[in-house]
């Protein structure tokens, strides 16, 4: 089972950094592939990063790209998205989910092929 939990969100004024973490309280988290989405105010939710479940293979939507680091602890169960040079675009909730399978990670931007899903953690850049 796979219970995932994030954190770290907040009020940031553009320009500055926030790191979100996603927890899983379960025993196979090693083994998923994991990923990052958000959704802003009125939009759909969109893919943020991707990373695989050794960590060796990483993928960003082009709007983070650069700014953005995701990364994962395995031994701590933990999930991480770094988030630097933060703009008021980047203002939503945060999603962290995870998806089985052990495909190239460039399937892992389509969020229906992941399984589970945390509850979010709001992140809001002020300008």
């Known amino acids: 089972q796979v219970q995932l939990v994030e954190s770290g969100g907040g009020l940031v004024q553009a320009g500055g950094s926030l790191r979100l973490s996603c927890a899983d309280s379960?025993?196979?988290?090693?083994?998923?592939?994991m990923g990052w989405f958000r959704q802003a105010p009125g939009k759909e939710r969109e893919f943020v990063a991707a990373?695989?479940?050794?960590?060796?293979?990483?993928l960003y939507a082009v709007s983070v790209k650069g700014r953005f680091t995701i990364s994962r602890d395995n031994a701590k169960n933990t999930l991480y998205l770094q988030m630097n040079s933060l703009k008021p675009e980047d203002t939503a909730v945060y999603y962290c989910?995870?998806?089985?399978?052990?495909?190239?990670?460039?399937?892992?931007?389509?969020?229906?092929?992941?399984?589970?899903w945390g509850q979010g953690t709001k992140v809001t850049v002020s300008s």
């Open positions: 989910a995870a998806a089985p399978g052990a495909y190239s990670i460039n399937w892992y931007s389509a969020s229906n092929v992941y399984h589970y």
């Open positions: 379960g025993r196979t988290f090693s083994s998923y592939v």
């Open positions: 990373i695989s479940w050794s960590g060796g293979s990483t």
